[in-house]
């Protein structure tokens, strides 16, 4: 079969007749046209075998035609998995089969089809286990066969990305009561947003028969879509896929490399039913497809589904539907209604005169064929599931089956909603649905056509009255609904192979022998035989699944209930879940000045540091020059990350005093204080420096990774204290750089004149303002690396400016920039401790001989009374500094410290410092462990234990004489 | 001489990515005029970037706040989340109960508000500057794809109907806090985008992204002039 | 995703605020004893019910009280933190407060 052998117009409503595209199956070339899905396309060249199934690798062909199986998994070059009836056919395209060995007729796996009866259900859980250790031996062997498809490991990234769409009404599924309710909404002045998983409008008006002139579909449609294409308030997402119902109606849509995110207001689901195949022996073989799928094929592709046809039907549809194969040309060699007779009497009449037998009570007992359908054995219906002996063999080449519909529920559970089966008309009902979401359609068990529209304006009736668009509801009569379910269309076989679930080659005695082993729940029958986990999620298994287990555990299948429907409806791709990926990086004032200075960028949280200038594979050497720069001469580091806050107002010394350890009411102006901060818990959160700049004014710094939590915790605090005061994270308005070293005062002072740089002048903790270089700047003597040094803050537009001019100032003192690495090493030698590097979740004060910064006077501070009950109690660790000889083996930080046999301690910073000539470090250890000049075991790489020397800090200029200069 | 950003003190943070731009006084420092190619002034129209974050910003927050501005002849939106154009084309955006953010006008090149910012001064009252210049970059969007732009990276509604001029909206884009408020040029629709200006090179980029399939680019402030 | 009514910002996705907590009034840390004191720093009820909560906006680095339902997850109403804490908390030493 050929472009030019589909069947005439207006027929193929997807198809351009004129634009032939030439692709490739299995090596083959082949031919289809614009507008094809790979399955039609490959239908209408006659070949039905597009894939092996997942555990007896048997032949499988296109079941539903709407991407709601997974029969027509296919591999593309650069994808697996790809549903070959949703994919659209591509010129050039080449496609290939999965999971098969060999070729795709002639799988090699196909004989573990022979073996299925020592594959029973659970059989990996029962069988690789056991004896202890066999699983090992077997699972390489089982992943070889396991996994469908094959990766391109070398294939391109796509560009894919997510964009919010807000609208005040999203209906999903463009069938008659989606466009019905669109329609009516948008009318009404609502903003309607028509999302519709397949590439065209319309739904079963476009391919399904709905009276026996099969007119009305094909008219309605066009008079509907004539209205909802041109209405200025509809907005239309064709070949876009609802995935998920979130809370607020929050839709995930995917449509092509995008996913919509859709906030609506209101939501009509209008997602239809799905045709649900019959349960009997080899229903899964190619030539066997659901009704609709016929149907699908003859009307939007032009392809004619088969030669010789019998339908197989459990309501009414079926008989419209041998119409729609007679006219397409296909003999129609009989109908099997498993019922006794059509509601709709002028239906068989309609056939007869056709010359179409009709089989009453009947059913197909068994698909005979070997990779392709040859003929059914049609047997009565003795009883439930049961037949006669009698059997009328009928040859054919298609058999088209449906037991009824299943809505498609799974928006409306995630949404909260709760299905209710009813007995009596064996079908569904949905109930418990969240406000603002409405149900419209078959989905609700509405499919009279009359009624499904008339669904649909009542459901947008019900929506623009929550939008205020609609002052009243209305709710019109409704037709009576005939039976479209046939209550029990399973026919076990002695020889089995009766497929509940297709995805996962489960057959009827597979779900029996769950319940046979105990599991009445059909949420552990699913987890113990994997019905409904393959990748249609049990659109087709699920009914038949939870029928089946109902009457094996003697119970109804209200009380049995269906497994849980979760997100997301199909299969997506990560690429649509990361979108195109947002990471924030933030860069200071000078981030370019360190770039052209070679430096070794590292991450600080979002911010991006310079860690020390020069090549990574340099990175000792250029620490330790930078050092002893700092040490002997002049360095400057890029500190703008530090957070900064301004507390300002009358009770600006008052919170501080609630927030930090320390006591502020005291601190004269134009000084700075040590600021340590504990939680409730008592535990060391936070350090900075508090510079008062005036009475009502404090400048407070915070540690980089913390300021911003610092911050908010600052402001709830205040929110329940109700203090005068205003708290400002200025973290990222201030540029700000630590010029430090013997020489940084000559430095400063070439560009600073209005501030008395001298020792009294400016003693070290004092705080200053002044202009240098011409900015405004916050100057603070600090000593976090044991120099002479100058913090100098200015408005952060500045910055650069500011780095410039002391660059320039310094040359003629040789002045080097460092980095955070060499920062860590220059205040490691000062043993000053770095919050969260050398603290952890349970650190108190004590614990780090913190005890100072403790004003115990004061009648509160958050974490006042968890620090004393700590220090009530006996230490429990304590952070020492330890040190070893230069060649030693150098611990890690995280390293362990022992105590005999037992774990002490760890290592929480260690440096090799060649100012000191050895190897330094913190560790915690046991308070036994503590005094200085004993030995302190500590594990290193690859276990050894080395014994360093616990050492009094600091390590460096203990008098402290070198930063008060 | 053609100007440069370096003969600047004052630098706007994204200041390297125009390098190749006409750049123009403004205030104490400089903006692109014009990248030189194109026609920028339909691509603002349609869909355009302009850093404007060497025009001068400055917030008040405070129990005085309110009568401080009110006394310096600005008026005041009567809620939070509104701003209100003055009459000098400068604007003012209500950020909470006692917060203002004063924009400055592209007017007198900032002038008037830059003043406020040197002419505060931190006494008894209840009224304290917040450095806004320099905490924040200042980003406009223009153009009547600016809604359509922001969906991608914001979860807020930036639709005209859900959005009207003179909307202010603190929230998150591209995962950063950002300002965002609803203030045309003229006829120009416009966004005027406040984020952390340690942010801004990121937030610069991931804009330009989203513009793309719109066909958005930078442009100078010629183009909506 | 669900949506906060946020007091100054109006609804918006409840991926631009911060948990911040049941509300918990903190026993007078002063005279209270340890075991107080501990319940008030490490327990949490859990229960099902109505509860008061911190939240805060993030882009606003607002703070407000929300309280909502932990068995439906619906949030009955959110405010300003005024409402409860209608005036200045001080501390006062524990020997003053003895005497008083």
Same mark, same amino acid.
């Not at chain 1, 899964?284 to 009704?291: E, H, I, R």
């Given at each position: 079969? =050929? ?184 009318? @009404? ?81 209008? @997602? ?55 006219? @397409? ?269 070679? @430096? ?320 330094i470090g913190l560790a915690y250890c046991a308070p036994d462990q503590a005094t200085p000049g004993q030995s302190l075991p500590i594990r290193v790489e690859g276990g050894a234990v080395v014994q360093a020397t616990v050492v009094k800090l600091p390590f460096y200029d203990p008098d402290n004489q070198r930063q008060e200069l | 001489m053609s100007l440069h950003a370096e003969h600047f003190s004052e630098r706007s943070p994204l200041y390297r990515l125009h390098q190749d731009a006409q750049l123009n006084a403004l205030g104490d420092s400089c903006i692109v005029s014009n990248y030189g190619a194109g026609d920028e002034r339909a691509r603002a129209a349609h869909c355009g970037l302009l850093d404007l974050s060497n025009l001068a910003r400055v917030g008040f927050r405070g129990a005085a706040s309110a009568a401080y501005l009110e006394a310096r002849g600005y008026q005041l939106p009567a809620v939070p989340n509104q701003a209100l154009s003055q009459a000098d084309g400068s604007q003012v955006l209500r950020m909470s109960q006692a917060e203002y953010l004063l924009l400055g006008s592209l007017q007198d090149t900032g002038a008037r508000v830059r003043q406020e910012e040197l002419a505060w001064q931190f006494d008894d009252t209840p009224n304290y500057l917040l450095p806004r210049q320099d905490s924040h ?34 929230? =998150? ?53 | 995703?669900?949506i906060m009514p946020c007091p100054l910002n109006g609804p918006r996705n409840i991926s631009e605020f911060t948990y911040g907590g049941e509300l918990n009034a903190m026993p007078d840390s002063a005279t209270c004893t340890d075991a107080e004191w501990a319940d008030y720093v490490f327990n949490c009820e859990n229960r099902v019910g109505v509860v008061t909560e911190w939240w805060m906006h993030n882009a606003s680095s607002y703070w407000f009280l929300a309280e909502r339902h932990t068995g439906s997850d619906e949030i009955l109403r959110t405010f300003d933190p005024k409402e409860v804490f209608t005036q200045r908390v001080d501390f006062h030493a524990p020997a003053q407060e003895v005497r008083s």
């Amino acid at each position: 079969m =050929s472009a030019q052998d589909r069947l005439p117009a207006p027929l193929g409503l997807l198809i351009d007749r004129n634009a032939p595209l030439t692709f490739q199956f299995d090596g083959k070339p082949l031919q289809g046209l614009a507008g094809d899905s790979i399955a039609s396309a490959l239908l209408a060249n006659g070949r039905w075998l597009l894939s092996r199934s997942f555990k007896y690798h048997r032949p499988r062909g296109p079941l539903s035609m709407a991407g709601q199986d997974a029969n027509t998994l296919v591999q593309l070059p650069d994808e697996p998995n790809v549903l070959a009836d949703m994919q659209p056919l591509a010129a050039g395209q080449t496609v290939t089969g999965q999971n098969y060995a060999g070729s795709l007729d002639k799988d090699r796996d196909a004989v573990l089809g022979h073996f299925s009866t020592f594959m029973p259900v659970g059989f990996y859980y029962r069988s690789f286990f056991k004896p202890k250790g066999m699983w090992k031996i077997w699972e390489p062997l089982i992943r070889k066969k396991a996994g469908l498809g094959v990766l391109d490991l070398n294939f391109q990234p796509q560009y894919h990305d997510k964009a919010f769409l807000f609208t005040d009404l999203a209906v999903i599924g463009a069938g008659p009561a989606g466009l019905s309710a669109a329609l009516a909404a948008a009318n @009404a002045g609502a903003k309607v947003l028509l999302i519709e998983q397949q590439p065209y409008l319309g739904g079963a008006l476009a391919w399904a028969r709905f009276d026996i002139e099969g007119q009305r579909g094909g008219q309605l449609r066009e008079e509907l879509l004539a209205a909802v294409e041109s209405h200025a308030n509809i907005r239309i997402l064709k070949d876009a896929t609802c995935n998920a119902w979130f809370t607020d109606h929050y839709l995930p849509v995917i449509q092509g490399n995008r996913l919509y995110k859709v906030r609506a207001r209101q939501c009509i689901v209008a @997602a239809g039913a799905f045709d649900q195949p019959v349960v009997f022996r080899n229903n899964d073989l190619p030539g066997v497809m659901l009704t609709s799928a016929a149907q699908r094929l003859i009307k939007l592709y032009a392809v004619k589904p088969g030669q010789r046809a019998v339908l197989l039907t459990g309501n009414d549809d079926g008989y419209l539907a041998a119409l729609d194969l007679h006219e @397409a040309g296909v003999e129609v060699a009989a109908l099997v209604d498993m019922r006794s007779q059509p509601i709709e009497g002028r239906l068989v009449t309609a056939l007869q005169t056709r010359g179409i037998t009709c089989h009453s009570a009947s059913t197909v007992y068994e698909a005979l064929g070997e990779r392709h359908l040859q003929a059914v054995d049609i047997r009565r219906i003795s009883a439930e599931g049961e037949v006669a002996p009698h059997s009328t063999r009928i040859d054919c080449d298609l058999l088209c089956m449906s037991a009824g519909y299943m809505p498609v529920y799974q928006l409306l559970c995630q949404a909260g909603g709760k299905l209710a089966y009813d007995d009596a008309s064996a079908a569904f009902t949905l109930s418990g649905l969240p406000a603002g979401l409405q149900v419209a359609g078959s989905v609700s068990g509405r499919h009279q056509l009359d009624n499904v529209l008339r669904d649909g304006s009542d459901a947008a009736s019900r929506a623009l009255l929550a939008l205020g668009l609609a002052s009243s509801s209305e709710a019109g009569d409704y037709l009576a609904e005939a039976p479209v379910n046939f209550p029990w269309p399973i026919f076990a076989h002695p020889k089995g192979k009766e497929f509940v679930d297709f995805d996962e080659d489960l057959q009827v005695r597979d779900i029996l022998n769950a319940t046979r082993h105990g599991y009445r729940d059909v949420q552990l029958v699913k987890r113990f035989s994997t019905v409904g986990m393959g990748p249609s999620q049990g659109r087709h298994s699920a009914l038949p699944t939870a029928r089946l287990v109902a009457k094996a555990t003697g119970r109804s299948v209200s009380e049995t209930g269906v497994t849980t429907a979760r997100p997301p409806f199909v299969a997506e791709k990560l690429a649509h879940i990361a979108g195109r990926g947002f990471d924030p990086y933030r860069q200071t004032a000078m981030h370019q000045r360190h770039l052209e200075l070679g @430096a070794k960028m590292m991450p600080a949280g979002a911010w991006q540091r310079p860690a020390y200038y020069g090549k990574p594979e340099k990175r000792d050497a250029c620490m330790q020059a930078e050092t002893r720069h700092v040490r002997e001469k002049v360095g400057m580091i890029d500190v703008s990350t530090l957070g900064g806050l301004d507390v300002r107002g009358p009770d600006a010394a008052e919170l501080l005093n609630r927030l930090y350890t320390f006591a502020f009411s005291k601190q004269p102006v134009g000084r700075s204080r040590y600021a340590l901060m504990t939680n409730e818990h008592g535990v060391v959160i936070d350090d900075g420096v508090c510079a008062r700049f005036a009475d009502r004014h404090f400048y407070v710094t915070a540690t980089t990774s913390g300021v911003d939590r610092i911050y908010q915790q600052m402001l709830k605090w205040n929110a329940q204290w109700r203090l005068d005061v205003d708290i400002t994270n200025i973290t990222a308005a201030l540029a700000a750089v630590n010029l430090a070293g013997p020489d940084s005062r000559q430095v400063l002072a070439t560009l600073c004149s209005d501030v008395d740089l001298s020792a009294e002048g400016f003693p070290y903790l004092g705080v200053r303002q002044g202009k240098v270089a011409g900015i405004p700047a916050r100057l603070l003597r600090v000593g976090f690396v044991g120099e002479l040094g100058y913090e100098i803050h200015v408005p952060a537009r500045y910055g650069e400016a500011l780095w410039d001019a002391l660059m320039e100032a310094g040359k003629a003192f040789d002045i080097r920039p460092f980095g955070v690495e060499t920062q860590r090493l220059l205040r490691l030698e000062k043993g000053h401790v770095i919050i969260s590097q050398d603290t952890d979740g349970m650190t108190s004060p004590a614990e780090i001989d913190m005890n100072w910064a403790i004003a115990r006077s004061k009648p509160f501070f958050i974490g006042k009374r968890s620090v004393e009950i700590l220090e009530a109690q006996p230490l429990l660790r304590k952070l020492v500094g330890f040190s070893l000889p230069s060649g030693s083996a150098q611990p890690l930080e995280g390293h362990l410290v022992l105590k005999g046999p037992d774990i002490s301690g760890n290592v929480t910073s260690c440096e090799y410092s060649q100012t000191l000539g050895q190897i330094i470090g913190l560790a915690y250890c046991a308070p036994d462990q503590a005094t200085p000049g004993q030995s302190l075991p500590i594990r290193v790489e690859g276990g050894a234990v080395v014994q360093a020397t616990v050492v009094k800090l600091p390590f460096y200029d203990p008098d402290n004489q070198r930063q008060e200069l | 001489m053609s100007l440069h950003a370096e003969h600047f003190s004052e630098r706007s943070p994204l200041y390297r990515l125009h390098q190749d731009a006409q750049l123009n006084a403004l205030g104490d420092s400089c903006i692109v005029s014009n990248y030189g190619a194109g026609d920028e002034r339909a691509r603002a129209a349609h869909c355009g970037l302009l850093d404007l974050s060497n025009l001068a910003r400055v917030g008040f927050r405070g129990a005085a706040s309110a009568a401080y501005l009110e006394a310096r002849g600005y008026q005041l939106p009567a809620v939070p989340n509104q701003a209100l154009s003055q009459a000098d084309g400068s604007q003012v955006l209500r950020m909470s109960q006692a917060e203002y953010l004063l924009l400055g006008s592209l007017q007198d090149t900032g002038a008037r508000v830059r003043q406020e910012e040197l002419a505060w001064q931190f006494d008894d009252t209840p009224n304290y500057l917040l450095p806004r210049q320099d905490s924040h970059a200042w980003l406009l969007l223009s153009g009547t794809c600016q809604a359509e732009v922001m969906a991608k990276l914001c979860g807020v509604d930036l639709r005209a109907e859900a959005f009207p001029v003179g909307s202010v909206a603190q929230t =998150s884009a591209a995962r950063i806090n950002v300002i965002i408020a609803n203030l045309p040029l003229g006829e120009l629709p416009c966004l005027h985008i406040l984020c952390d200006r340690a942010s801004a090179d990121y937030f610069w980029g991931a804009l330009l992204d989203a513009m793309q399939e719109f066909g958005g680019q930078p442009v100078g402030l010629d183009a909506l002039r | 995703m669900k949506i906060m009514p946020c007091p100054l910002n109006g609804p918006r996705n409840i991926s631009e605020f911060t948990y911040g907590g049941e509300l918990n009034a903190m026993p007078d840390s002063a005279t209270c004893t340890d075991a107080e004191w501990a319940d008030y720093v490490f327990n949490c009820e859990n229960r099902v019910g109505v509860v008061t909560e911190w939240w805060m906006h993030n882009a606003s680095s607002y703070w407000f009280l929300a309280e909502r339902h932990t068995g439906s997850d619906e949030i009955l109403r959110t405010f300003d933190p005024k409402e409860v804490f209608t005036q200045r908390v001080d501390f006062h030493a524990p020997a003053q407060e003895v005497r008083s």
